[in-house]
């Protein structure tokens, strides 16, 4: 059973340009996180996606970014002309269920660095 | 608006000693609270985590100890070994239908030989 899978694992763009991150999640799993990290920063809750549905995206930038979990296929956080503070590693967990109860463990994947010129 | 504070950026810590890894937070209602183990150019990895009805979980050489008036939890970490030398994420998690695992800036271990 592979783990999470993120790519690319290293994403360079110039600014204005598109960039477009994937996440497959673990086997199985249904639901989806994505986190930024900037430099010298902790983890920061992005968005939560279930299949098909945006349930929490309370960390999301208003303007330029969107996420997405399809029925069939990887999730995708698409951030649309790019700035250089775009730049920081992105993660990508999973949960079988919602988080909570026997289950509070989230996978992540290595995660995507962009680095924007 | 930080609601889990990890107040020592690093630490360092002789090999076969103890580590102990503090964290605050500001909010009463969170359910669990989790620790995360991440190294260089690697996603975060699940350590273990306690339930807010709880003050204490052991696993193995990890022990995390809640202190709810306090607001504290802590990882203690028995005996260090070299492997243990990452950066460990406190983490607190709300059950609801839009839970999410909130992460605080993290505590750099470095084991000394």
């Known amino acids: 059973n592979a783990g999470v899978m993120q790519n690319p694992r290293h994403l360079v763009r110039r600014r204005g340009q598109e960039a477009r991150l994937r996440c497959s999640p673990m086997?199985?799993?249904?639901?989806v996180y994505w986190y930024r990290q900037l430099p010298e920063e902790g983890l920061k809750f992005m968005v939560y996606?279930?299949?098909?549905?945006?349930?929490?995206e309370s960390g999301m930038p208003k303007e330029r970014f969107s996420a997405e979990f399809p029925k069939e296929g990887p999730s995708i956080l698409r951030i649309q002309q790019v700035v250089r503070g775009d730049s920081a590693a992105y993660f990508c967990?999973?949960?079988?269920?919602?988080?909570?109860?026997?289950?509070?463990?989230?996978?992540f994947g290595q995660g995507t660095r962009l680095t924007v010129v | 608006d930080q609601q889990v504070k990890q107040n020592s950026p690093s630490l360092s810590v002789q090999e076969g000693r103890i580590s102990i890894l503090n964290c605050d937070y500001t909010?009463?209602?969170?359910?669990?609270f989790l620790w995360y183990k991440k190294y260089p150019a690697e996603g975060p990895t699940f350590l273990i985590s306690?339930?807010?009805?709880?003050d204490k979980n052991e696993d193995g050489r990890f022990t995390v100890f809640l202190n709810k008036s306090a607001k504290h939890l802590s990882l203690h970490i028995v005996p260090s070994q070299p492997g243990d030398s990452a950066v460990y994420f406190c983490?607190?998690?709300?059950?609801?239908?839009?839970?999410?695992?909130?992460f605080g800036k993290g505590t750099r271990l470095h084991i000394l030989p």
């Open positions: 967990a999973s949960s079988p269920v919602p988080l909570g109860g026997v289950d509070t463990e989230a996978f």
């Open positions: 086997k199985g799993h249904s639901h």
């Open positions: 996606l279930q299949k098909e549905n945006i349930i929490d």
């Open positions: 909010n009463s209602m969170f359910d669990y």
């Open positions: 306690i339930s807010s009805i709880k």
């Open positions: 983490a607190t998690l709300k059950v609801n239908r839009d839970d999410k695992i909130i």
